[in-house]
């Protein structure tokens, strides 16, 4: 991979998937935004991968709706006793509470957890990353494929 994402994005994924906010298709997906206003269409063809969110888009690295479609098509790690902390969070309104620190987002998620509870979060996490560190894929910001 060109680029990895922040490493926050993963927990982003989750929410979208625990929310089920994503339908997918043979070779596409849409998934929706944590506050439900937008909608991101997500292809793929091989290891090749488009989505037309910002992060994917304009910053060259696989933002949640990608990392969210790899984990449902277990390309990397999916642990649904962690997932399950990232329900029904609007990451839209947490993010610009935080000016985009994504790190800091993350924090405010967690901080009423144990601390067993966020070590096993941050373990799961870290294993995920590493996941997409090996993963071999490619972003494109072309929509069609040939």
């Known amino acids: 991979m060109q680029k990895l994402p922040p490493i926050e994005k993963i927990s982003e994924a989750y929410t979208a ?61 999916l642990n649904k006793n962690v997932s399950n902390y990232f329900k029904n969070i609007d990451w839209n309104k947490l993010n610009k509470e935080t000016k985009r620190d994504y790190k800091k987002s993350l924090e405010e998620i967690l901080k009423n957890l144990s601390q067993k509870e966020k070590d096993e979060i941050n373990n799961e996490m870290n294993k995920v990353y590493q996941e997409l560190k090996n993963l071999n894929i490619e972003i494109t910001k072309k929509k069609t494929f040939s």
Do not use: C, F, H
């Not at 089920?20 to 596409?28: A, C, F, Q, T, W």
């Not at 290891?47 to 098509?73: E, H, R, V």
């Open 17 to 77: 998937v625990e929310d089920n906010r994503i339908i997918i298709y043979e070779d596409y997906a849409i998934v929706k935004s944590s506050n439900l206003e937008k909608e991101y269409l997500v292809k793929w063809k091989g290891n090749i991968y488009y989505s037309n969110d910002s992060a994917t888009y304009w910053q060259g690295y696989p933002g949640y709706p990608i990392l969210a479609i790899l984990m449902l098509q277990n390309k990397i790690s």
